[in-house]
């Protein structure tokens, strides 16, 4: 099941490929399993036609990308953590600097 927060770009994005018949590719979403654990989800969302081109039904392929994502998640808080590093060096520095005794 989607998250709540989810839901509405789900609808959304069903409704822009029976508008369109375009295939909605990396529709990304966050889905809830029975147990509660939240996983990430892609999913790419295509439109199904009969034999008169009437639309009737979806084609939709969906990926685990939880992983993927907390990979993400954790390279984004090495690279804020080695700014921050840095940027903190650069201050003792400059402090040490104006602090000598001349």
């Known amino acids: 099941m989607a998250e709540a927060s989810s839901r509405s770009r789900l609808g959304e994005s069903f409704e822009r490929v029976l508008a369109s018949g375009e295939t909605a590719k990396s529709v990304d979403w966050v889905a809830v399993r029975r147990d509660g654990a939240k996983r990430f989800v892609e999913s790419s969302i295509s439109l199904l036609?009969?034999?008169?081109?009437?639309?009737?039904?979806?084609?939709?392929?969906?990926?685990?990308?939880?992983?993927?994502?907390?990979?993400?998640?954790?390279?984004?808080?090495?690279?804020?953590a080695e700014a921050a590093s840095r940027t903190k060096g650069e201050f003792l520095a400059s402090m040490s600097t104006k602090s000598a005794p001349r």
């Open 49 to 80: 036609k009969d034999r008169k081109g009437r639309p009737s039904g979806f084609s939709v392929f969906l990926r685990d990308i939880t992983e993927r994502k907390r990979s993400e998640a954790l390279m984004r808080a090495k690279l804020a």
